[in-house]
T-cell receptor
Framework: QKEVEQDPGPLSVPEGAIVSLNCTYSNSAFQYFMWYRQYSRKGPELLMYTYSSGNKEDGRFTAQVDKSSKYISLFIRDSQPSDSATYLC?????????????FGSGTRLQVQP | SAVISQKPSRDICQRGTSLTIQCQVDSQVTMMFWYRQQPGQSLTLIAT?????????ESGFVIDKFPISRPNLTFSTLTVSNMSPEDSSIYLCSVEEGSDTQYFGPGTRLTVL
């Protein structure tokens, strides 16, 4: 079993829809949770970063972390064709521990105009 | 956030040869990481490179195959040695900023014939 599970999609939605992307994880030591967006033939771009449980909002993007369920989500409101990309969740433990990120497999999102 | 550049951006190489990938950061960073992203897959950590110490390799990756240099706080190189078609991947360097988040370079797309 992978440490981080993410549905690979593809997920196809119409423009303006609310998109929900999710990851589950098994390692209770994870404390820092990130979402990256990766366009084709580009490096991953950091979208959202959350420490421990809770919600964080940035424009059209909302990240949620539920550590009790080991479940994280990224919501995209009013989705746009420019949001079409692969979305990767990533996480890591405490600052004293392993510093590298553990990634999900990525969800490919297609927003139809 | 740190600005990261990689050279070359892409290359096509012959089996049995070696390629050195450069990663340059516009600010001094303690921790740098090298990841591999195989076609259609997520990111897998190759090694962690700290300035002034030997790189730490993940299981399945060895120094003879992927030697890494980290001569100062803004630069690192990864060499892919004795290449085979299975080494065809995107190679990404990343840096840790503020102890919690990581930023990625644009990647080097390697094709081995």
């Amino acid at each position: 079993q992978k440490e981080v599970e993410q549905d690979p999609g593809p997920l196809s939605v119409p423009e303006g829809a609310i998109v929900s992307l999710n990851c589950t994880y098994s390692n209770s030591a994870f404390q820092y949770f990130m979402w990256y967006r990766q366009y084709s033939r580009k490096g991953p771009e950091l979208l959202m970063y959350t420490y421990s449980s809770g919600n964080k909002e940035d424009g059209r993007f909302t990240a949620q972390v539920d550590k009790s369920s080991k479940y994280i989500s990224l919501f995209i409101r009013d989705s746009q064709p420019s949001d079409s990309a692969t979305y990767l969740c990533a996480m890591k433990g405490t600052r004293a521990g392993r510093r590298a990120l553990t990634f999900g497999s990525g969800t490919r999102l297609q927003v139809q105009p | 956030s740190a600005v990261i550049s990689q050279k070359p951006s892409r290359d096509i190489c012959q089996r049995g040869t070696s390629l050195t990938i450069q990663c340059q950061v516009d600010s001094q960073v303690t921790m740098m990481f090298w990841y591999r992203q195989q076609p259609g897959q997520s990111l897998t950590l190759i090694a962690t490179a700290n300035q002034g110490s030997e790189a730490t390799y993940e299981s399945g990756f060895v120094i003879d195959k992927f030697p890494i240099s980290r001569p100062n706080l803004t630069f690192s190189t990864l060499t892919v040695s004795n290449m085979s078609p299975e080494d065809s991947s995107i190679y990404l360097c990343s840096v840790e900023e503020g102890s919690d988040t990581q930023y990625f370079g644009p990647g080097t797309r390697l094709t081995v014939l």
